[in-house]
């Protein structure tokens, strides 16, 4: 049974200590041998985001023309350096979230939120469908001030496509990117590693418009 932790945001003062050191993780993904690690190629921006459990999530991404790499790991919470046993505690304050590194000369925000939008549904709260927990919430971890302006503009334009299907009010939270905390290797391109993995991903039906 999930506990009611799970389904409510801790307070900071709440939250798990975590720890000073780091996740240890390979750096190397294990799709596109390339660094997962910092600093990434000239010219490439990163942006982080949450659409329920992170191993779908992440594939649906790093298949994606122009988007360097990827890794998955945790963000939007208190607890630094989480492990994953302690993030599904809700006790973080965490969502699992993928770290994507584009190049944005091949493909733009507009069209990476566009499929961050369609690709799940953004109006369940701390939830994806039967992953139910603080951890699964929908979010975007902007990295400038040009990513949250037009985060916050893409929701609105996919928020009128939404009501004009009579669905809910979007609840994704949208921020300024605090930390990004890598998850364990053995997270890390999951779907590649174990085919046939679970994957939660499940959208509206309802495009998303751009531009």
């Known amino acids: 049974m999930w506990s009611r932790d799970k389904q409510r945001m801790p307070t900071p003062d709440q939250a798990l200590p975590g720890r000073d050191q780091a996740m240890a993780i390979s750096g190397i ?125 893409s929701r609105a334009r996919y928020q009128r496509a939404l009501d004009s299907e009579n669905m809910g009010p979007i609840t994704t939270e949208i921020a300024p990117l605090k930390a990004f905390y890598y998850a364990e290797e053995y997270h890390q391109q999951y779907l590649m590693k174990n085919p046939g993995g679970y994957c939660g991903l499940k959208g509206t039906g309802v495009s998303c418009p751009i531009g």
């Open 29 to 153: 993904h294990a799709v596109t041998q390339r660094s997962m690690l910092p600093p990434f190629p000239a010219g490439c921006e990163e942006l982080v985001l949450g659409l329920g459990c992170f191993w779908g999530a992440e594939q649906l991404f790093w298949e994606l023309p122009g988007v360097h790499v990827t890794a998955v790991g945790y963000a939007g919470g208190y607890t630094p350096n989480p492990s994953y046993k302690e993030t599904c505690t809700g006790m973080t304050g965490h969502a699992e979230v993928v770290r994507v590194i584009f190049e944005p000369t091949v493909i733009g925000l507009p069209e990476l939120l566009q499929v961050f939008w369609e690709a799940h549904d953004p109006t369940q709260g701390l939830r994806q469908g039967n992953d139910i927990g603080s951890q699964y919430r929908s979010a975007i971890y902007t990295t400038d001030a040009d990513q949250q302006a037009l985060a916050e503009h």
